[in-house]
């Protein structure tokens, strides 16, 4: 089955640096698009960032770009994202998502709180 692990959240000052990881399984990795998204407290979760199949588009939300990388290891089922100049807005619990067969399948999230 469809397995998404998140892992690299943190507790971080403004202006830090965090680098996310989701391991993949149970699927051809290599043949999906990858996402980002995010939940603030209290907010909707929302797409943070997304990566082609084959790493070769990607896609931001613009509160981030800029700061942020996505990117992805086909050799190792991972997509990572990189993020940069965190700001207290940044928090959230960070989920990795995949489309398989029409259905989104969500890690169990890794918390990224931004506070000095």
């Known amino acids: 089955q469809v397995q998404l692990v998140e892992s690299g959240g943190g507790l971080v000052q403004p202006g830090g640096s965090l680098r996310l990881s989701c391991a993949a399984s149970?699927?051809?990795?290599?043949?999906?698009?990858m996402s980002w998204y995010r939940q603030p407290p209290g907010k909707e979760r929302e797409l943070v960032a997304g990566i082609s199949s084959n790493g070769g588009g990607t896609n931001y939300q613009d509160s981030v770009k800029g700061r942020f990388t996505i990117s992805r290891d086909n050799t190792k089922n991972t997509v990572y994202l990189q993020m940069n100049s965190l700001k207290p807005d940044d928090t959230a619990v960070y989920y990795c998502?995949?489309?398989?067969?029409?259905?989104?399948?969500w890690g169990q999230g890794t918390q990224v709180t931004v506070s000095s």
């Open positions: 149970g699927f051809i990795f290599s043949w999906y698009a």
């Open positions: 998502n995949v489309v398989n067969n029409e259905r989104n399948f």
